[in-house]
């Protein structure tokens, strides 16, 4: 909605996406890095150095805020029954059986 | 002498593919023609080049669709003539083997071209040529042929044509299958079929336009349905989610009649007056604001309430998901990944973003609002659901309702309506990369021929001495397509080389994509939009004028495109959600009602050709079915059931 319905895509603006995105994406939002990532595969015979380098980032940002997240929950899971009182008191769903 | 041809014959064919590139800027088959003439005489390459212009000649009488026989036959007499010369063009014809293999391998077209056995081979005709913009469809990317015969003297030319990445495979079947007969006939008919696509008649555009509309629907109501089914099978099992879903009664049939018929008619009216009051509240809001130019404060209204929506009831749908897959999870997670759920969301709906990220989350808004929705009392629900499509009739056609006022502000400002709205655009052709990519993309075009010419060069030593019994003669026409300020060319040699992007077929259109303008979502939620002729015009106007050619303009002929407000979806699926929420029985007939109701929307809309309201029939069958069944279906299977009655 807030692009015009006939949108052209030269370099500039998509610079201006790719690192507007780029931005976005430091405040804990990787799934926006792999939107970023993913709304110029598309365009991949056509890019520009600036946007591969924002691109190429974004992934690393991705796969990196993915490892820790997946770290974290896994240590979680693991031991979440070793914790106890504590392991409970940062549930928000306490499974049971 | 064979070195030296070889090396002649490279040269000649880089130089023919580059010179044959500018020539085809003119689309003029003469000049092309008259072109490659002078080109085969300054070359002083005798043979390949006297084949190659007859071939050319008739290529080009292929794509006009004119007097083949007549070129074949004089292709035969060439080749007859040419007998002589086998023996020296042995090493060019498994050059032209391994470039149109090379080039096969490229395209991705493995497999199907590169079946045929080279040793068998005695003649071979290989094109690689592509249609004059001018005279065929969108959809052919270029075609090139590639031809092998038992016989030795009987030249046959056999095009095969490649046309989009959808069709292509039909037609290499097809051409496989035929391949040793002289099948010119049936390609120029299949030239002929594709030249004439695009005038294809109107209703079967319609049922492309009906599909395209008819997947999301269906997949939002099922989500949904699965979603309720899961809600109400975790209530019972899990005692954490029974405060949460507790307004939705244990899915019995009119859980609140017990205090009261009186009371019960009071509260569901009172319920959905209010409702319609908000939703009218809603509405005007967001036609003032748009009637005033307070786009600002439009956008941010529309952000905060899709950012809320998604981020509440997306959290409250993924705790519910989480009670009922019995999984653990720890705070942090959960707030990361509805935090991440929600702004992507507000990423893909109002900026760029994959189209098929974008639909995705218009789909859960709608499915999101859905369940909230039906945890409404039954009785409420099924008040707010008349009221609602009553509603709409009036908001969208009498004269001074708000959605119609919407749409024409929008229409009159070219613009597309700020709402929530489901584009499901088909187009013919697939239009991407236009503008300003142009340029790169023949780069690119450029450097692929060159490439492929190398690869030929490198590995012409190969299989030289396995096919010198065998007499070969061949014919190469390099008629490679440029149209290089066109822009629909250069869309068909890109989609031609490089795999398209993995999007279904009904979002195909990179350019218009769904512009998808929120609201809140029950503002606006009832307008089922045909591009209507005003906008058709427009559009294609626009498309002509970034394309700046003639010859293109069969790829921007387009078809109007279907565009379903997300409070259709929203109704919907409450409706079948409540369905759901009694028996599987009444989900199956809820659903084929909402489905008819919406088909009979689209053929009025056919009709009409104008911004219709698509909740009426749906709800109003969907309503009518659902008692009959709850009412008469059910208890006539049950006393089937209980009599062992089969019938």
């Not at chain 2, 040529?129 to 015969?149: Q, V």
């Not at chain 2, 099948?183 to 049922?207: A, G, K, R, T, W």
């Not at chain 2, 005007?284 to 950012?307: D, E, H, N």
């Not at chain 2, 705070?331 to 507000?346: A, H, L, P, Q, R």
Request: charged share 20%; with cysteine.
């Amino acid at each position: 909605m807030l692009i015009p319905e006939d949108d052209k895509l030269d370099d500039e603006k998509m610079i201006n996406i790719a690192r507007k995105l780029w931005f976005i994406g430091f405040f804990f939002l990787p799934w926006v890095w792999l939107i970023n990532v993913l709304y110029f595969i598309p365009y991949r015979n056509s890019l520009n150095d600036k946007v591969k380098w924002y691109l190429k980032f974004s992934l690393i940002g991705f796969l990196g805020y993915s490892t820790i997240f997946m770290g974290w929950m896994g240590i979680y899971l693991v031991n979440r029954n070793k914790w106890g009182a504590f392991g409970d008191d940062i549930s928000i769903t306490i499974p049971f059986g | 002498m064979n070195e030296n041809e070889d090396e002649n014959y490279r040269a000649d064919e880089k130089y023919k593919i580059k010179n044959e590139k500018n020539n085809n800027n003119n689309n003029n088959n003469n000049n092309n023609n008259n072109n490659n003439n002078n080109n085969n005489n300054n070359n002083n390459n005798n043979n390949n080049n006297n084949n190659n212009n007859n071939n050319n000649n008739n290529n080009n009488n292929n794509n006009n669709n004119n007097n083949n026989n007549n070129n074949n036959n004089n292709n035969n007499n060439n080749n007859n003539n040419n007998n002589n010369n086998k023996i020296e063009n042995i090493d060019s014809c498994i050059n032209n083997i391994e470039r149109t293999n090379k080039y096969n391998l490229f395209k991705k077209k493995k497999g199907k071209k590169n079946s045929m056995d080279e040793s068998n081979s005695s003649l071979n005709n290989i094109y690689i040529s592509s249609p004059n913009l001018s005279e065929r469809s969108d959809n052919s990317i270029g075609s090139y042929c590639t031809n092998k015969t038992m016989k030795s003297e009987n030249s046959i030319i056999n095009i095969e044509t490649l046309f989009k990445e959808s069709v292509s495979d039909d037609n290499s079947d097809d051409c496989g299958s035929k391949r040793g007969k002289n099948i010119n006939d049936d390609d120029d008919e299949d030239d002929e079929d594709d030249d004439y696509e695009p005038d294809v008649p109107q209703l079967v555009d319609y049922s492309e336009m009906i599909i395209s509309i008819l997947y999301p629907v269906c997949i939002t109501m099922v989500i949904v349905v699965l979603a309720i089914r899961a809600i109400s099978s975790s209530t019972t099992k899990n005692s954490q989610t029974v405060e949460i879903s507790n307004s939705n009664s244990g899915g019995g049939g009119g859980g609140d009649s017990s205090s009261g018929a009186d009371k019960m008619v009071f509260d569901s009216v009172v319920n959905s007056l209010i409702f319609l009051a908000v939703i009218i509240l809603s509405t005007t809001i967001m036609v003032v604001l748009y009637k005033f130019k307070l786009m600002k404060a439009l956008y941010a209204w529309l952000m905060g309430t899709s950012i809320l929506l998604l981020g509440v009831f997306g959290g409250f749908l993924f705790l519910i998901l989480l009670a009922y897959l019995n999984l653990g999870l720890d705070y942090v997670t959960f707030v990361i990944v509805v935090w991440n759920f929600s702004v992507g969301g507000i990423v893909c709906i109002f900026w760029y973003s994959p189209k098929l990220l974008n639909q995705g989350y218009l789909i859960s808004i709608s499915v999101l609002m859905a369940l909230f929705f039906s945890r409404l009392p039954d009785w409420t629900t099924w008040g707010i659901l008349s009221i609602v499509s009553i509603y709409d009739i009036f908001a969208v056609l009498c004269p001074g309702g708000p959605l119609r006022i919407l749409i024409e502000t929008a229409q009159k400002r070219n613009e597309n309506i700020p709402a929530m709205i489901y584009n499901a655009s088909v187009y013919i052709g697939m239009i991407y990369n236009e503008g300003d990519n142009n340029t790169i993309d023949q780069e690119n075009n450029e450097n692929n021929l060159n490439e492929i010419v190398n690869n030929v060069s490198n590995n012409d030593d190969g299989d030289v001495n396995e096919n010198i019994q065998n007499s070969e003669q061949f014919n190469i026409i390099n008629e490679v397509v440029n149209n290089n300020e066109n822009g629909a060319g250069d869309t068909l040699e890109n989609g031609s080389i490089t795999p398209p992007p993995p999007i279904p077929s009904f979002i195909k259109d990179e350019k218009q994509r769904n512009q998808s303008s929120g609201s809140n979502n029950f503002s606006n939620f009832n307008n089922l939009l045909i591009g209507d002729a005003e906008t058709n015009d427009e559009m294609v106007s626009n498309a002509e004028s970034s394309v700046d050619s003639t010859t293109s303009e069969p790829y921007v002929k387009q078809k109007p495109s279907i565009r379903l407000g997300l409070g259709d979806f929203v109704f919907y699926s409450v409706l079948i959600g409540k369905a759901a929420s009694y028996q599987i029985t009444t989900v199956f007939t809820v659903f084929i009602a909402i489905i008819t109701g919406l088909f009979l929307t689209l053929i009025l809309l056919a009709v009409f050709k104008r911004a219709l309201p698509a909740l009426p029939m749906s709800i109003i069958f969907g309503i009518i079915v659902f008692f009959l069944t709850f009412k008469v279906l059910i208890q006539y299977i049950y006393f089937l059931g209980e009599n062992q009655i089969f019938v």
